[in-house]
């Protein structure tokens, strides 16, 4: 059973920073793609961000330029920089790891954008 564990979120000032991580266990299989959804109260879940195994990744228009989807030197592992902050970020951020057909969602982090 694969698990997910995210940490970074927190409050912020618009125009700061944030970097959240997440780190999947429990996969036998190299070949995934993992990324970030999030999703703010009375709204549907968003997709963010994703990379591949590989390193191809794919944006949200609305953070293209402010945030970077990166892979971890460790397996399985993936960060999302994200700079530029503006209030209409604020949301819960959710971590996603895609293998087989299959998806696998962290518990969510809070990320508050506020002056």
């Known amino acids: 059973q694969v698990q997910l564990v995210e940490s970074g979120g927190g409050l912020v000032q618009p125009g700061g920073s944030l970097r959240l991580s997440c780190a999947a266990s429990g996969s036998r299989f190299r070949i995934n793609v993992m990324g970030w959804y999030r999703q703010a109260p009375g709204k549907e879940r968003e997709l963010v961000a994703s990379i591949t195994s590989g390193g191809s990744t794919n944006y949200a228009d609305s953070v293209k330029g402010r945030f970077t989807i990166s892979r971890g030197t460790a397996q399985n592992t993936v960060y999302l920089q994200m700079n530029s902050l503006k209030p209409e970020d604020t949301a819960v951020y959710y971590c996603?790891?895609?293998?087989?057909?299959?998806?696998?969602w962290g518990q969510g982090t809070q990320v508050t954008v506020s002056s």
């Open positions: 996603i790891f895609s293998q087989v057909g299959r998806n696998y």
